[in-house]
């Protein structure tokens, strides 16, 4: 059943790749020189915005340049576009046709300099590669939607233009500053309450889906898998962007 299943994903797999064939074509503009605008994004959607080949190849590229360990299959970067060249066919037409899963992350703990660990969650490289993906189109709806005073996991801006803004308000008088630390953000994250932050501007239901799944997925430590209900776990290219949309309007207030 599983051989016929797959050979049926990979013959819908090639019709699809042969129907988009012209599309890429003239999608030759790389979206590192040419990134897509929102409205360009709106035109199409978003799964099929996704796996386009000009955004695929700039996921990739991201990839190879954020190297990282290798997750439960144990697949290294170096070994990424081998494994694409079997599976990308199957992959891509799981993912347009909303069955894509994920596979587990694996667990990290990483010691923290005040004592206790952070808890990182390392996707397989697939994941990686399909999350930058995913994070590169996301990107264009939720960035103009973030606080101007939002400067974390942000194209463009850094904790150097924080410090300088911060100057600035010292400068014009300013003396109070409000600390606030969300003990263990990444590990409480409210799926539900994250998920309807991003229903509010996603209408394709399969990308909704994957989202949801990525955060659903196992968390695997010495063998065994552990389901998870809260979080989004640090180590994913997803999880930063993520964080954004959920703090976005407690950043306003």
Known sequence: MKAEADRADQAGAEDIERNSMGAAARAEADLATHPRTKAEVATTSLMEAAVDRSNLMLAYQRVLENK??????????????????????????RL???????????????????????????????????????HQVLRVIFEPTFSEGSYGFRPGRNAHQALRQARQYVAQGKRWVVDI????????????????????????????????????????????????????????????????????????E
Do not use: C
Not at 72 to 89: F, G, T
Not at 99 to 124: E, F, N, W
């Open 68 to 93: 990282g360990a290798a997750g439960v299959d144990q697949l290294a970067v170096s070994a990424l576009k081998e494994h694409l060249k079997r599976h990308w066919l199957v992959i891509r037409a």
């Open 96 to 134: 347009l046709a909303g069955r894509y899963q994920p596979a587990a992350v694996r667990r990290v703990d990483i010691p923290k300099p005040q004592g206790g660990v952070r808890t990182l969650g390392i996707p397989t490289v697939v994941d990686r590669l399909i999350q930058q993906a995913l």
């Open 181 to 252: 630390d969300l003990e263990q953000f990444f590990d409480r994250v409210n799926h539900d309450l994250l998920m309807s932050q991003l229903a509010k501007k996603i209408d394709d239901a399969r990308v909704l889906t994957l989202n949801r799944r990525y955060l659903e997925a196992g968390m695997m430590a010495d063998g065994l898998v552990q389901p998870r209900t809260e979080g989004t776990p640090q180590g994913g290219p997803l999880s930063p962007l993520l964080s954004n949309i959920l703090l976005t309007e407690l950043e306003l």
